[in-house]
């Protein structure tokens, strides 16, 4: 099983360029979930979603926008880049929410 | 304040010592997890644990309840071993709050 894929690996933008940072899961998960990560702080939730059709705002989902068309896919959107949007990004999926979550190797977006 | 505080945020220990990291929460939890990040940025669930200790391999995971605190143990540490661990708390909602991460370096 691949788990949880997410592409790409790495991105450079440039102020208000807009991209797609995709995500995929082959386990049949419900819960799907997009984190930033920033030094010196732990994971922050940007959007959630518990089912195809359905998602919601996490901790900071200002200029973000996600869909969940699928159970398998759960792209996420920057509208236009702003250089605060520089992190690494996960995609992590579970069975349900709370559960232990699987997480896809990171994206590392850099905007200039 | 953060939600979840852990410590030490870094830690440098030799080949074959036994290390302890803390975990501190301040909000009510339905379950606490256990998270290593390797060096290259792979994220992967060791424990999830509501109560008592959990043991796999030569790491523990213990929660005490009352007091709102949770510790992960390694024995006999090895240099594999270096990896950022990440405590993290689900509250019951839909969310889960992530501990800063201990950074863990042991040296051969």
């Known amino acids: 099983n691949a788990g949880v894929t997410q592409t790409p690996k790495f991105q450079v933008l440039k102020t208000g360029q807009s991209m797609t940072l995709q995500c995929a899961q082959d386990m049949n998960h419900e819960y799907m979930s997009w984190y930033r990560q920033d030094p010196g702080m732990g994971l922050r939730l940007i959007h959630y979603?518990?089912?195809?059709?359905?998602?919601d705002q996490g901790e900071v989902p200002n200029g973000y926008n996600v869909s969940r068309s699928t159970t398998e896919d759960f792209p996420l959107r920057l509208l236009s880049a702003a250089p605060s949007q520089t992190s690494v990004y996960f995609c992590?999926?579970?069975?349900?929410?709370?559960?232990?979550?699987?997480f896809g190797d990171g994206t590392r977006l850099s905007i200039l | 304040k953060n939600e979840v505080e852990q410590s030490p945020q870094n830690l440098t220990a030799q080949e074959g010592e036994f290390i302890t990291i803390n975990c501190s929460y301040s909000?009510?939890?339905?379950?606490l997890h256990w998270l290593q990040q390797h060096p290259g940025g792979g994220i992967v669930s060791l424990f999830m644990l509501s109560s008592g200790k959990k043991k796999h391999g030569r790491l523990i995971a213990t929660i005490n309840i009352q007091e709102k605190h949770s510790s992960l143990h390694i024995t006999a540490s090895h240099p594999r071993d270096s990896a950022v661990y990440i405590c993290?708390?689900?509250?019951?909602?839909?969310?889960?709050?992530f501990g800063a991460g201990t950074r863990l370096f042991v040296k051969a």
């Open positions: 992590a999926s579970s069975y349900y929410v709370g559960q232990p979550q699987h």
């Open positions: 909000v009510g939890i339905s379950a």
């Open positions: 979603s518990v089912g195809a059709g359905i998602t």
């Open positions: 993290a708390v689900s509250t019951g909602g839909f969310k889960t709050i």
